[in-house]
């Protein structure tokens, strides 16, 4: 005997399964990040992963470029205020939360501090993914989490604006000299 399937259900569960992956995507906020993240690698944007809590100031520019040989970065002398040296390149994604660019400063050739210019309505998901990785962190007019190579900051209330939206990494050194 075969089980029979009334019309009406057959249906609403066809409509169910179209709505309900739509309905996540376009509505939900990890849904959104996820479909963010598809679109900006669709567009050919960059997107690392990085435990940005274990960076040391040993690390040189010909480091980072092994490890990431898609970032396209664009180095120059001056004008940086942590080194003497600023590379910067567009970036479409950090650990997976959608991203606008990456900024090394160098001293010398080593790394003195790192900047990840994050999209703003992603504060939360960095803040979240930053204390499930590292832990609570301190809180001031920045959120801080000391880190073996230095310090993480991130802005502690969700950014006005784009250009506000940044987690920093500090080196010592780069602490040293501000």
């Known amino acids: 005997m075969k089980p029979i399937l009334p019309p009406l259900y057959k249906k609403l569960l066809l409509l169910a ?3 309900g992956p739509f309905y996540w995507l376009v509505f939900t906020d990890d849904g959104q990040r996820r479909t963010d993240l598809a679109l900006l690698h669709l567009m050919g944007q960059a ?4 435990a940005i809590e274990r960076l ?11 490890l990431f040989p898609d970032l396209e970065l ?3 002398a ?4 942590f080194g003497d040296r600023l590379c910067t390149a567009r970036l ?3 650990n997976q939360i959608p991203a606008r660019a990456i900024s090394l400063h160098l001293g010398g050739d080593q790394l003195r501090a790192l900047r990840v210019d994050f999209r703003r309505g992603y504060h939360e998901p960095m803040r979240a993914q930053l204390e499930r990785r590292i832990g609570a962190p301190e809180v001031g007019e920045a959120l801080s989490w000391p880190v073996s190579g230095g310090v993480l900051l991130l802005p502690a209330d969700r950014p006005k ?8 990494w500090l080196s010592r050194q780069a602490m040293a000299v501000r």
Do not use: N
Request: proline share 6%; glycine share 14%.
């Open 17 to 19: 399964i179209v709505i």
């Open 74 to 76: 664009q180095c120059g």
């Open 47 to 50: 997107q690392i992963g990085l």
């Open 161 to 168: 604006s784009d250009s506000e939206a940044a987690l920093f």
């Open 56 to 66: 040391e100031p040993t690390m040189t520019e010909a480091d980072i470029r092994r």
């Open 78 to 81: 001056g004008g940086a205020p």
């Open 92 to 94: 479409g994604a950090f």
